[in-house]
């Protein structure tokens, strides 16, 4: 008997020409924390990162501030920059002259791991 499934399946998906516009500039991290929860960015959660992209208001991005790394939300009010947590427990970032700051890269994919399955 055909397996119900087929009837669902296109053919195979690769995920890096799926997901990745910029091969020579897109890497994965794998998130750890809890600073961008309402954002349904969970630890253990992988995103795939584009380092080529130009952050634009708004885009999560994962960045170098100060020595450590951190996956905000990039905000300008005027001229000042501002990285915002998805997390109402965790305060902006006021970004001055006085920071190590770097954009490492734009955030353009979130995959998860449903709960239960597979391995970390």
């Known amino acids: ?16 020409k ?3 516009r910029h091969p020579e500039s897109t890497f994965y991290g794998r998130v750890v924390g809890d600073s961008m929860k309402d954002a349904d ?19 999560m991005a994962v960045c170098f501030v100060d020595g450590e790394f951190c996956i905000k939300y ?23 002259d006085y920071n190590d700051f770097t954009v490492w890269g734009v955030v353009t994919y979130v995959i998860k791991k449903i709960p239960g399955h597979g391995h970390q």
């Open 18 to 20: 799926e997901l990745v």
């Open 41 to 59: 960015v969970d630890e253990g959660d992988v995103l795939v990162i584009d380092k080529s992209i130009t952050p634009s208001e708004g885009d």
């Open 74 to 96: 990039v905000s300008w009010k005027g001229n000042e920059l501002w990285l915002l947590p998805g997390n109402s427990r965790y305060k902006p970032i006021h970004i001055s």
């Open 1 to 16: 008997f055909p397996s119900p499934s087929q009837d669902y399946l296109t053919g195979v998906i690769d995920l890096n």
